[in-house]
């Protein structure tokens, strides 16, 4: 399946342990049976654990999570021609287009999100986003005039949305949405959603090792999973998660060399550069959707204004990684310790 967007920030986070045991249940089910698969979807791997009364119902969770996967992607891809989203990019400036509620829903809690950020987050970032990668490819930094002319068509503001008649409209001509700070996140809450009505009791699902976490493992015991060190392989912390999802964002395997220099993948928005804060941040939050777009506006901010953002923001916790492999710093939100595990 192609990569869904263009500036789907690589996530950092691993497997610690996700094997569901067979001797108790979430708590409920003495002995219940499980599924599990790993798959390329949307331009990355996604391995999903289901927990259910059954095999035959374990394995229809999984089969649903995986339908979930695809209708995101056939919806909100902007490597396919035929999306809602490449259609919307085709559009020009003053025409509008009817979504589904599936996209509609990604961009009307994107648009929330840059409001409640300040615009650190915005989907129509996609030319920026493609103005440094060319950068990149011409190992050479883009002029001021090019920068300053791709910095007017962004604005998550000029994007109209019509609750009424889901109708999207591009306000700027040469605007352009890039959905891959928010969809992934969608996909993974979506995702739990139809396993559940599947009939699985807990579940697993990872997408580019961005989780939700549903329940418990069959043990009865938390899912754990590990974060990656920034600054070397290996893990930095580990984390037992039960009902919330977690994302990571950063620049350690996805960035553009300019001039021998690393620049990151992640844009701030509002001055067309790339970011250079913290280069792993890590978001636990109760879904997928907003552990992943606040894990994109942590890397936005600047550290100190994370820590007074996130308080503003209950059921969100943050860890920031930053300095380097010989003197690493952190940061995190004092509900955080509460999901490491030794």
């Known amino acids: 399946m192609p990569a869904m967007h263009a500036s789907l920030p690589h996530s950092t986070l691993t497997f610690l342990a996700c094997i569901v045991l067979s001797t108790a249940g979430c708590g409920k089910q003495p002995q219940p049976a499980t599924a599990r698969q790993a798959r ?24 649903a999570a995986y339908a979930a996967f695809e209708q995101v992607n056939s919806l909100m891809s902007d490597y396919r021609d035929d999306t809602e989203i490449s259609r919307l990019n085709a559009l ?103 396993m559940k009505a599947a009939g699985a009791t807990c579940a697993l699902i990872d997408v580019g090792g961005d989780l939700v976490a549903v329940g418990t493992q069959a043990n009865g015991g938390p899912w754990r999973i590990g974060v990656q060190h920034p600054f070397q392989s290996g893990l930095i912390i580990k984390l037992a998660l039960t009902d919330c999802a977690v994302a990571t964002s950063g620049n350690q395997q996805r960035f553009n060399l300019i001039e021998g220099r690393r620049y990151s993948h992640i844009v701030d928005p509002r001055t067309g550069r790339p970011v250079q804060q913290a280069p792993s941040v ?61």
Not at 150 to 177: C, E, F, H, Y
Not at 295 to 323: D, M, R
């Open 40 to 63: 390329e979807v949307m331009g990355t791997l996604a391995e999903v654990t289901a927990v259910a009364a059954d095999q035959t119902t374990a394995r229809a969770a999984v089969e």
């Open 92 to 194: 020009p400036a003053g025409e509008s287009f009817v979504v589904s509620p599936e996209t509609f829903f990604v961009l009307q809690r994107s648009a929330e999100v840059s409001q409640a950020s300040g615009g650190a987050f915005d989907v129509t970032c996609r030319p920026l986003v493609s103005l440094w990668k060319q950068a990149g490819k011409d190992n050479r930094l883009p002029d001021q005039a090019a920068l300053s002319n791709t910095v007017a068509v962004v604005g998550w503001d000029n994007l109209k949305l019509d609750p009424q008649s889901r109708r999207v409209t591009k306000g700027v001509a040469g605007m352009q949405i890039d959905v891959g700070a928010i969809a992934k996140g969608y996909a993974l809450d979506l995702a739990a959603e139809r």
């Open 282 to 342: 890590t978001v636990i939050a109760p879904d997928g959707i907003t552990a992943d777009t606040w894990a994109t506006v942590f890397s936005v901010l600047s550290v100190q204004e994370g820590l007074a953002k996130a308080k503003e923001l209950p059921g969100i916790e943050v860890l920031w990684i930053w300095g380097d492999a010989d003197q690493p710093q952190s940061a995190k939100t004092p509900g955080f310790d509460h999901y490491i595990t030794p």
